[in-house]
Antibody
Framework: QVQLVESGGGVVQPGRSRTLSCAAS????????MAWVRQAPGKGLEWLAYIWYDGSNKFYSESVKGRFTVSRDNSEDTMSLQLDSLTGDDTAIYFCARAPYGKAFDYWGQGTLVVVSS | DIQMTQSPSSLSASVGDRVTITCRAS??????LGWYQQKPGKAPKCLIS???RLQDGVPSRFSGGGSGTEFTLTISNLQSEDVATYYC?????????FGPGTKVDI
């Protein structure tokens, strides 16, 4: 069955960086676009980034463009999100999702919590 | 960028009721919209894709409708396990955007 597992969350100091990972299994990873979504405490869902099936195109929300970088390794069935210049506003649960291009996000991971605090 | 709104922001209904949530987009989406259910402390779950296509395993009391700029999620015969927050997401064009959510209580 399709499974997505995020990792890499934790407490990070303001201004520092963190890399999150999403390990995929149960489907042909290299054939699917993938996305990152986050949810700040008590808030709604926020779409962050999308990467094409082959990594050739990437799209970002304005709120993270220039600070976050999405990448993928189709040989390892993993996707990553590098978070730079973190602030308290980046404190959130970060979810990865399978996102066939032009289609709904049909499978989600359980999320990983990032807390930005000194 | 496409802006998404949802109404109502919250609702309270009784078991067995029919409830409808509306999502509106600032631009035409054709049918490129999905609906997601998120229960407290859990990851979102896709209920509806392509505005009206029920995902596998989702109870038939959930249905989606609409096209263009106005979309609906209807829960007929509301059950206690349907207590959750419901979000729409436009995947028509980047940047993708979620609606602000509708909290459903019993």
């Amino acid at each position: 069955q399709v499974q997505l597992v995020e990792s890499g969350g934790g407490v990070v100091q303001p201004g520092r960086s963190r890399t999150l990972s999403c390990a995929a299994s149960g489907f042909l990873f290299k054939s699917y676009g993938m996305a990152w979504v986050r949810q700040a405490p008590g808030k709604g869902l926020e779409w962050l980034a999308y990467i094409w099936y082959d990594g050739s195109n990437k799209f970002y929300s304005e709120s993270v463009k220039g600070r976050f970088t999405v990448s993928r390794d189709n040989s390892e069935d993993t996707m990553s999100l590098q978070l730079d210049s973190l602030t308290g506003d980046d404190t959130a649960i970060y979810f990865c999702a399978r996102a066939p291009y032009g289609k709904a996000f049909d499978y989600w991971g359980q999320g990983t919590l990032v807390v930005v605090s000194s | 960028d496409i802006q998404m709104t949802q109404s109502p922001s919250s609702l309270s209904a009784s078991v067995g009721d029919r409830v409808t949530i509306t999502c509106r987009a600032s631009q035409v989406l054709r049918n490129n919209l999905g609906w997601y259910q998120q229960k407290p402390g859990k990851a979102p779950k896709c209920l509806i894709s392509d505005a009206s296509r029920l995902q596998d395993g989702v109870p038939s009391r959930f249905s989606g409708g609409g096209s263009g700029t106005e979309f609906t999620l209807t829960i007929s015969n509301l059950q206690s396990e349907d207590v959750a927050t419901y979000y729409c997401l436009q995947h028509h064009s980047f940047p993708y955007a979620f609606g602000p959510g509708t909290k459903v209580d019993i």
